[in-house]
């Protein structure tokens, strides 16, 4: 169905409960279009003028806008690295966890896991992007549709599993116990301090952007929960250089970052690529 007659389907819908649930769901969806349309007007003002070599005065015309509206977009549309994370809305998902307590079994939300899908809203806000949440139970093997952010390592869904097998640059392994991300470039092997004998307050965590079928797919796991976390402020602060870097691209990379005793990150740095495929 196109957009046209999506919208009149709505308009004509007779049941006013589907009727308005469908025109609010289609209101986020237009808005997110028009952030993602501002964007790139903004790139293309860009472009215009470091490939073109046209003054901003000349890009105003050509574009039928006031050259006071070119300084207006370029200092309020969102930043070019919003694709990223795609178009938008952005479903942003972690584990569901299953544990003993009072010797019965319960599912739960880790804590870590928690902040990070906070730390991912947050960024998510600042791209100018909607969200919504979603909830990965053990054995989830499917992602909703649209763009999505999964903040989830391989031993608490398939799901996870099945991303990381589509990465051909960096995977999880087990060894003794131990969990490691291996770098298959390189060789190179990354562990969880927080997990050896003597434990630092220092963990790992991976990071993948998939492209497919027309949506991104975004991949945040650690070693532990809080080498997600440590994943997240890396992105926040290196994200427009990822995205000029790599452009629309599938990418991966490892980040290691030392933590307080509150699990808040003081320091993260990338240790691995980023790998482009």
Known sequence: M???????????DPDPLRRGQRATELITLYQQRS???????????EEARNELGLTYGEIASKFGISP?????????????????FGVGPVAVGIPRRVGIEDGRERSYFDADDTATRGD??????????????????????????????????????PIARTLLERDPALGFVQESGRWWIE???????????????????????YFARHVEDGRIVVHIAGITSIGSR??????????????????NTSVSGVVACDFNDDHGIERAQLVAGPHRW
């Open 2 to 12: 196109s957009d046209a007659e999506e919208f009149e389907a709505v308009r004509r």
């Open 35 to 45: 952030a993602e349309l501002a964007r790139l007007r903004k790139v293309a003002i």
């Open 68 to 84: 006071g509206r070119i300084t207006q977009i370029r200092s309020s549309a969102p930043a070019a690295e919003r694709a990223f």
């Open 120 to 157: 991912v809203e947050s960024l998510l806000t600042h791209l100018v992007f909607a969200s919504t949440r979603f909830d990965v139970d053990p054995d989830r093997s499917d992602l909703p549709e649209g763009d999505v952010v999964l903040i989830c390592g391989p031993k608490s869904a």
């Open 183 to 205: 770098d298959r470039i390189s060789g190179a092997r990354f562990d969880s301090p927080y997990r050896r004998e003597t434990p630092t307050n220092k963990d790992v965590g």
């Open 230 to 247: 440590g994943v997240v402020a890396w992105l926040r602060e290196n994200l427009a250089a990822l995205h000029r870097d790599n452009g």
